[in-house]
């Protein structure tokens, strides 16, 4: 399978453009407690869900061990991990939402995290135990979110904890409007994925060797729809 680096860093560079500068104060709000809308709310309530779900696929103790939150947004899921006793590594390509991480990381009871803005798939990022990365690849086109995860894995002792798109009806139509109706406020375009793509890759590409699906699990709330799945070494 190809990894087209061009491609890769022309998308990372839309969403972070997106989330650093046109989207920011939505996003702050929206992983905060603020009031929000009731599409807002239910977007909201579908991440807290998912987030849960990662977090429960991963030891309850995480001392000793070295974890990565790829695409850490607003440091929720580092701070956990930390409270855990892990060494957590907190990577998002957005320098505010990192700064903001920082400031919220500074509250009681959040764990001590390194926080760094770049990119999740640097390979001089080092090894970890651990990765997590809650909808950071759903963005990016099948072909490169296999190739991240390849990358990943390579430098993973335990297991992967990921999010992707899936190929719904509802995502299928909500992509398709996205593309023929651009707006400079939208987020870049959500790239549907089916599962057994995912599966095959897997299966079949010499660097996964030695590593198996665990579990998977879908999130649906309102206009959140997000696919939990684990890699784990066999």
């Known amino acids: 399978m190809t990894f087209d680096a061009p491609a890769y860093d022309q998308r990372r560079d839309q969403i972070e453009t997106y989330f650093d500068r046109t989207a920011f104060d939505a ?73 903001l991480a920082r400031d919220r990381a500074a509250q009681p009871g959040r764990g001590r995290v390194q926080f760094m803005v770049g990119d999740m798939a640097d390979a001089a990022h080092g090894g970890f135990d651990h990765v997590l990365a809650m909808d950071s690849l759903i963005h990016y086109p099948r072909s490169e979110v296999v190739s991240v995860l390849a990358g990943l894995a390579q430098r993973t002792r335990r297991s992967i904890v990921f999010t992707f798109a899936p190929r719904t009806p509802a995502l299928t139509v909500m992509h398709a409007a996205g593309r023929l109706m651009p707006r400079g406020d939208r987020a870049p375009s959500i790239e549907p994925m089916a599962e057994s793509f995912l599966r095959r890759a897997v299966a079949r590409m010499p660097a996964f060797a030695g590593w198996r699906i665990e579990r998977s699990e879908r999130v649906t709330s309102g206009f959140y729809i997000s696919n939990a799945m684990e890699l784990v070494r066999a």
């Open 27 to 99: 996003w702050a709000r929206l992983t905060s407690d603020a009031p929000v809308s009731k599409i807002r709310a239910t977007v909201r309530a579908g991440r807290d869900r998912m987030r849960a779900a990662l977090l429960s696929w991963l030891p309850q103790d995480l001392s000793g061990m070295r974890t990565l939150d790829a695409g850490c947004g607003a440091g929720d899921a580092a701070a956990v991990m930390a409270a855990r006793g892990a060494e957590v590594l907190a990577i998002d390509i957005a320098e505010n939402l990192i700064a």
